[in-house]
């Protein structure tokens, strides 16, 4: 019996090694990982780079508090706010810590322009972000807040695409809309451009900050750096984690100057975020997040998406709808996805679920053509078995 909690549903296998696109059992079985972690090793396993920047830095320094300067995060974080929208940056450990981060500033910046009461932030119903007390009142998700009472106040939520409920919550409290630009657990939804626009154009009208949650969906995932990037639209606060630290776990929130303003020193903190351990392997992340490796993803993209599309004609009573942008492709089943992955994992290909039926395919963003076909090959595969 394991000595582990039971709060995961674990597969029977486990890995001893991993190289780009694959890992290994411990008896040799090589597996196409296009779970990548859930969207974490953006770079692939073993990247080169990225075991040599963890090793230097770890004869230097692994960790050092933040009560002091730490140069290899002053350079990470202009790096970010060089490439985005933002002005200035605090480092978290996790996805969710950066979405806790993300409320705390939205909140604060009220707070400290006298208007107190705007303190509601309005999410989406079922969305996700992060597993926190807080985060998962956020979500607004019955199977992540049972037994988890009393209820956090302070979120109010609408159905996905529901702008008459979202106009009709908010009032003079509301201080933040957050949102995925792309629901991830939620089952690879994309928040079409011209809603995030008119999101934002109401923000403007009633004085209320956006947070898009990018924890899954940014750091190259939709093809540009941020999935918000092809609506144009600039938000005020994105919490950011998976991608940035390609295997390491880091989190962050950037924001605009206007918002930073009011994170004075000892509203928010960290005991291990943006040590320089974890600040030299986001560093050298970025150094390979260039525009060849985003043209691959669009590459790889456009080439996976088309011939899932064809795999959908071929098998409609099987394949519902193929959903995404960049490499977070979602695979929607007419009926429940368990065992299609299943089925997909004893062919050697890794995926991972979504809400509503999805199956979710996660590759790094280097994935080559090469290696697509070999997940379409299964993928079809799969379908003729099952057909
Ligand atoms: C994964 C995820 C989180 C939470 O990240 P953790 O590192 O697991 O805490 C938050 N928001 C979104 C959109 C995510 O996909």
């Known amino acids: 019996m394991s000595a582990l909690a039971n709060n995961y549903k674990r597969k029977k296998i486990s890995f001893v090694k991993g190289k780009g696109s694959f890992l290994f059992t411990s008896n040799g079985k090589k597996y196409l990982d296009f779970v990548q972690g859930i969207a974490v090793n953006c770079l692939g396993h073993s990247n080169k780079n990225l075991v040599s920047a ?61 208007k107190t009461h705007k303190t509601r932030i309005i999410c989406i119903k079922n969305s996700f972000h992060g597993r926190t007390i807080a985060a998962i009142h956020a979500s607004g ?34 201080a933040a809309i957050m949102i995925e630009t792309i629901m991830g657990e939620g089952g690879i939804k994309v928040i079409p451009n011209w809603c995030l626009k008119e999101i934002r154009k109401l923000c403007n009208k009633k004085d209320i900050l956006l947070i898009l949650d990018e924890v899954q969906c940014g750091i190259g995932r939709s093809g540009k750096f941020f999935a918000f990037e092809y ?47 974890a600040m030299a392997v986001g560093n050298t992340v970025l150094d390979q997040m260039n525009n060849s490796l985003l043209k691959n993803v669009n590459k790889m993209s456009k080439y996976f998406i088309y011939e899932l599309n064809v795999l959908k004609a071929k098998f409609p009573k099987i394949i519902k709808e193929v959903r995404g942008i960049g490499l977070l492709i979602g695979l929607q089943l007419n ?53």
């Open 54 to 114: 963890i090793n230097k830095q770890s004869k230097k320094l692994w960790h050092v508090s933040n009560a002091f300067v730490i140069p290899e995060g002053e350079k990470l974080a202009k790096k970010l706010v060089k490439r985005t929208f933002a002005d200035a940056i605090i480092f978290q450990n996790s996805g969710a810590e950066a979405t806790e981060a993300a409320i705390k500033a939205a909140r604060r910046y009220y707070y400290s322009i006298g």
């Open 141 to 174: 998700s019955k199977k992540m807040t049972n037994g988890f009472g009393p209820k956090v106040p302070g979120f109010d939520h609408f159905e996905f695409g529901d702008h008459i409920k979202l106009k009709k919550l908010i009032n003079k409290n509301t």
């Open 231 to 277: 609506s144009n639209v600039k938000p005020d606060i994105v919490p950011i984690a998976k991608g940035i630290g390609g295997g390491f776990p880091i989190g962050a929130v950037l924001m605009t100057k206007k918002v930073a303003k009011a994170m004075i020193p000892g509203t928010h903190g960290s005991t291990f975020g943006g040590n320089p351990l």
């Open 335 to 387: 009926y429940d996805q368990t065992n299609f992955i299943q089925k997909l994992m004893e062919n050697k290909l890794l995926t991972i679920r979504a809400a509503e039926n999805v199956i979710r395919i996660l590759p790094p963003l280097n994935v080559t053509k090469r290696e697509i076909d070999m997940a379409l090959k299964i993928i079809s595969k799969v379908c003729n078995e099952i057909k």
